[in-house]
């Protein structure tokens, strides 16, 4: 029977242990498979596979039962991610509902999960921003949080690899604050948005409206057919799974290209559990992991350990790894494991209307809008609030009027351009302090259905972030007013922490090992051969949407890991 249990042992052991599927958890399997690392990457949820596994992709709007809306019982059962925009009937099957993966909201938070091969690179929004300096030296230059370990220059090669093989289409700015990368063809600006741009850029020096960059691809290059994917069809379909490839997403990219390696072992349905910690050893060996189906929990080892599950999971993962040596959570031996959770501010909204290019209209679609970077607080501190904030821009004709039209009459008037001007909307994106307040913790009674401890979330916006939010709609406001802009309005959008997709830290890069549980490679300060590259590494989180940043420092990460690996020093 001995011989029987080393064959399974055997059979169980691998190079690398990569846990998640997602952006993050996708290149690092891409990456540790192509330097020939056996690796075993786990997924709690199911397989979906490109193009098959679509179910929506190709239908019509009517071809719904419901028409594109949730039925009120489902809602009802899911109040934390109901209330997100990507929960409605063509993606409801990618989005995890409250009832079957349960947490405690301590303060309201709206966490939008995908538990499934690819998690949630099939629902992303696909802005792609790089950081700059003024990001990664912002805690060193106003004294909130940790410094960094890291700047642009560490990251700026790795961004360019990335960007290669994902597909950025995006306009060289020459920015400073958002270095250019490596860019395909830019989508356009709408007339009206090209008007705003050069009215802002005639009464300011010291902002910019770009068109937005995005990881759709406006042309294919060679590397992307080689992933199989092709060029972008502007149907804005994206997350329903896109057949053609023509946005990134770990299931048409960086998973098809690792299992093309013949190192990729995937399981889904594998629930991780926790790390193995050897005490002997003084490193970490594996993987419990429970099976979702049968609840069996099996161990699995390996020299080097990836975790990526999303940055909260990662959290619960790391909280849930207890051990003699890390009783109070695997690698925690700062304290800060749960806490300094950041995210970002969605809550202020401007519209404006204006009067004019009466005789255009918007001809077809496009997978992204208009884009302001941030601004505030870049040289030095000019406002009664740290940081700043960046802003999405959308435009459309008003109305075309169809209310007494049917059948060919209804079509040829869709045809005709509104006489009635334009409409533009500007959404904020601030960047949210992280702070020792902001915390997850495991509850100390509440279980899943796993036998694992359901995360309580403590999260809230503070009065730095509400300062923001005024600045936000006295700023653009005034810049719509100047632009000629009519009928000007702010909204707050109410939305939660969570509901915009961006939660960062609990396991924050750092220099001392005394504030921080990762060094400059993402590696764990108290265990080297356990690596963090999703956002729960992250130390500040910037106004830029996060997910190339994500993909840089994963692919920098398994980069180190196998030239330490090699170099047996891990």
Known sequence: MAYFNIDSINERTFDAIVVGTGISGGWATKELTQKGLRTLVLERGRDVKHVIDYPTAMKNPWEFPHLGQVPLELKQKSPASSGHYIFKEETIHFVVKDYEHPFIQDKPFSWMRGYQVGGRSLLWARQAQRWSDYDFEGPARDGFAVDWPIRYADLAPWYSYVEKFVGIAGNKDGLPHLPDGEFLPPHEMSCVEKHFSQQVAKNYNDRQIIIGRTANLTQAQQIHHQQGRSQCQNRVLCERG???????????????????????????????????????????????????????????????????????????????????????????????????????????????????????????????????????????????????????????????????????????????????????????????????????????????????????????????????????????????????????????????????????????????PKTSMLNKWNQMHACKNVFVSDGSSMTSTATQNPSLTYMALTARAADYAVKQLKAKNL
């Open 242 to 512: 896109c057949p053609y490839g023509g946005y990134f997403s770990s299931n048409s990219s960086t998973i098809p290209w690792a299992a093309k390696t013949g190192k990729m072992t995937l399981k889904p349905h594998s629930v991780v559990h926790s790390v193995i910690y050897d005490e002997q050893k003084k490193r970490a060996t594996g993987v419990r992991v429970i099976d979702a189906h049968t609840k069996e929990m099996t161990e699995y080892y390996a020299k080097i350990i990836f975790l990526n599950a999303s940055a909260l999971n990662t959290n619960l993962i790391l909280l849930n790894s207890t051990s003699n040596r890390f009783p109070n959570g695997f690698g925690n031996d700062s304290g800060v494991l749960g806490k300094f959770i950041g995210f970002h501010n969605y809550r202020g909204r401007v519209s404006a209307e204006y009067d004019g290019f009466h005789d255009t209209m918007a001809e077809g679609k496009r997978p992204t809008g208009s884009y302001l970077p941030r601004f505030r607080n870049l040289g030095k501190q000019e406002t009664d609030f740290l940081r700043g904030y960046a802003a999405s821009i959308g435009s459309s004709k008003i109305g075309t009027p169809t209310d007494n039209y049917l059948g060919a009459d209804l079509k040829e008037q869709l045809f005709k351009p509104s006489t009635e001007g334009w409409t533009m909307g500007a959404q904020m994106m601030g960047e949210v302090l992280t702070k020792e307040s902001n915390f997850v913790r495991l509850d100390p009674q509440l279980k899943d259905d796993w036998g694992i401890p359901q995360l309580r979330m403590s999260v809230d916006f503070d009065d730095n972030d509400m300062k923001m939010v005024q600045d936000f709609y006295e700023q653009f406001s005034e810049m719509f007013a100047k632009a000629g802009f009519r009928n000007i309005k702010t909204s707050d959008t109410k939305r939660v922490p969570g509901n915009e997709n961006h939660e960062m830290g609990g396991v924050r890069m750092g220099k001392d």
